[in-house]
């Protein structure tokens, strides 16, 4: 497709579990981001990719969070032992490149998580 | 480190009506700012964008930003709004970090 693509769109599961969400680029881009939005709050960022590696993960909220990116393509965001306050909607955005000042960035539709 | 107030957090216009929103940063170099628009159900898209030059930059569907370097302000205006506007208006700023630094958000809502 054209844009960033998400899965899933909604994800409820119980407190305690893991759950994994994917984020599907637009083809080319080297930077990938992803965000955290809560009710009323504005975007947190979590972590960023340049290409497979991760700069820079400073926002990721604890060790419960990981992420990884493959063949420069698609990431996927792991949530381990979820949390309630882990209920958010989590948006992937990609750029053609990270380094470049004026790199607009093109967002999915997100994931709406909600833990029971 | 980089960062962005919008003040406004809830708008409530007639159509017809002007807009401003405001915008402002905090960071002492060169800096990239931009709005992003949130209509009901959809993704984030890009509004408009400054990254040097003219520093009244016009975007899509009639909106258009002020950069003032001295005011550290970047606000969003459009003369005369309609009910499409209606959705989320975020602000970003991308200063030495290559992370865009997003504000809180303002939830415009137009009433026909």
């Known amino acids: 497709g054209a844009g960033v693509s998400q899965s899933p769109s909604n994800k409820v599961t119980e407190k305690g579990k893991d759950v994994e969400l994917r984020c599907d680029p637009i083809?080319?881009?080297?930077?990938l981001y992803w965000y955290r939005q809560s009710l009323g709050q504005g975007l947190e960022f979590l972590i960023y990719?340049?290409?497979?590696?991760?700069?820079?993960k400073s926002g990721l909220p604890s060790d419960r969070f990981s992420a990884e990116r493959t063949g420069g393509s698609v990431s996927t965001l792991t949530i381990q032992r979820t949390q309630q306050e882990d209920s958010a909607v989590y948006l992937c955005a990609s750029s053609y490149t990270s380094t470049g000042p004026n790199q607009p960035q093109h967002f999915g539709d997100g994931t709406r998580l909600s833990i029971l | 480190a980089q960062s962005v107030s919008q003040h406004n957090h809830h708008v409530i216009l007639s159509e017809a009506a002007s807009l401003e929103l405001g915008c402002n940063y905090s960071?002492?170099?060169?800096?990239?700012l931009f709005w992003y628009v949130q209509y009901p159900g959809q993704h984030l898209q890009l509004l408009l964008k400054?990254?040097?030059?003219?520093?009244l930059v016009k975007g899509i569907k009639g909106f258009e930003a002020e950069f003032i370097k001295s005011k550290f302000s970047f606000n969003l205006r459009k003369p005369s709004v309609q009910w499409s506007d209606t959705a989320e208006y975020f602000c970003a700023v991308k200063g030495g970090s290559y992370i865009p630094t997003f504000g809180r958000g303002t939830s415009l809502i137009v009433h026909p």
């Open positions: 083809s080319g881009h080297t930077a």
């Open positions: 400054y990254f040097s030059g003219d520093p």
């Open positions: 960071y002492g170099g060169t800096v990239n």
């Open positions: 990719f340049q290409g497979n590696s991760a700069p820079d």
